[in-house]
């Protein structure tokens, strides 16, 4: 099924080109204020490597194990978020996305690197890992480009 809605993208037709160059990200707050996180800022972030991440690619198979660096949405939340959250939702410029919930933030990542080096922006940079995601990588999204942060009901 295709629809618009980025959080229920269409299902395994990975898009190998990037939407654009720029890799700043869009945080929009519960109270509607935005702020953009340029590049370099969210590289200055606590950072933390997860070891052995395989992307399940849908058609082109498995690449792996790399070890992927970025920031934890938990340590990210630490920095740009107040207050209680229930989760984000995590957009990219292509019109994918998924949600990721609270008690998923410190092993999900945002990550800028792969295996000592920046990951490029065809690689996916800026690109949300979700080790403990099982879909075939629906969750290992491309070009984040917005981060809205959703407070509990
Ligand atoms: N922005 C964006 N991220 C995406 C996708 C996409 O189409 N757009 N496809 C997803 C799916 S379904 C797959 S299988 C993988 C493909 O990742 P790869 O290009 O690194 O192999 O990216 C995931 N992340
Ligand atoms: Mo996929």
């Known amino acids: 099924m295709t629809t618009d809605d980025p959080l229920h993208p269409h299902s395994h037709d990975p898009n190998p080109e990037p939407p654009s160059d720029d890799p700043t990200l869009l945080l929009v707050l519960t109270d509607g204020r935005s702020h953009p ?3 370099p800022t969210l590289q200055q972030l606590p950072e933390t490597t997860m070891p052995r991440c395989f992307i399940i690619s849908t058609g082109h198979g498995t690449s792996g194990p790399f070890a992927f660096t970025g920031v934890t949405l938990h340590d990210f939340a630490q920095v740009y978020i107040t207050g ?3 989760h984000v ?3 990219s410029g292509d019109g994918f996305g998924c949600r ?3 008690n998923e933030a410190k092993e999900t990542l945002l990550a800028w ?3 000592g080096r920046t990951l490029t922006r065809r690689e996916g940079c800026v690109r949300l890992i ?3 995601e099982r879909d075939d990588a629906l969750r290992q999204v491309k ?3 917005e981060i809205r942060v959703r407070s509990p009901e």
């Open 100 to 102: 990721v919930w609270a």
């Open 89 to 91: 939702e995590v957009i």
């Open 130 to 132: 979700v080790p403990s």
């Open 143 to 145: 070009w984040v480009s």
């Open 84 to 86: 209680e959250w229930a």
């Open 37 to 39: 996180i340029p590049f």
């Open 113 to 115: 690197g792969i295996d």
